[in-house]
């Protein structure tokens, strides 16, 4: 079966970074868009960012745009996420998503697989 497994979580300080990576088994990894989502205390999940099955088309929300890089690796079925200038404002938990298709959006029910999450805390 498909599994997903993110790693890279962490405390750190308000203006650091990380790299969030998913490792992904069970399909073809390069024939799916992969995505990354958040959940904070109290609030639902939340599309952080997506990219197609190529790697050559992304897509960011609005609050994160310009400070986060989502990237992949199809020849290690990995798919990252850079952060940078990290707020406390994106202190949540980071689940990576498998996409049902070749190009998934913002929606949830666009992706089929996810993992267990990783927790990112941004101290101010």
């Known amino acids: 079966q498909v599994q997903l497994v993110e790693s890279g979580g962490g405390l750190v300080q308000a203006g650091d970074s990380l790299r969030l990576s998913c490792a992904a088994s069970g399909r073809t990894f390069s024939s799916y868009a992969m995505g990354w989502f958040r959940q904070a205390p109290g609030k639902g999940r939340e599309f952080v960012a997506s990219v197609n099955w190529s790697g050559g088309s992304t897509d960011y929300a609005r609050s994160v745009k310009g400070r986060f890089t989502i990237s992949r690796d199809n020849a290690k079925n990995t798919v990252y996420l850079q952060m940078n200038s990290l707020k406390p404002e994106d202190t949540a938990v980071y689940y990576c998503?498998?996409?049902?298709?070749?190009?998934?959006?913002?929606?949830?029910?666009?992706?089929?697989?996810w993992g267990q999450g990783t927790q990112v805390t941004v101290s101010s």
């Open positions: 998503a498998g996409g049902r298709y070749g190009s998934s959006g913002t929606h949830r029910d666009e992706y089929g697989y």
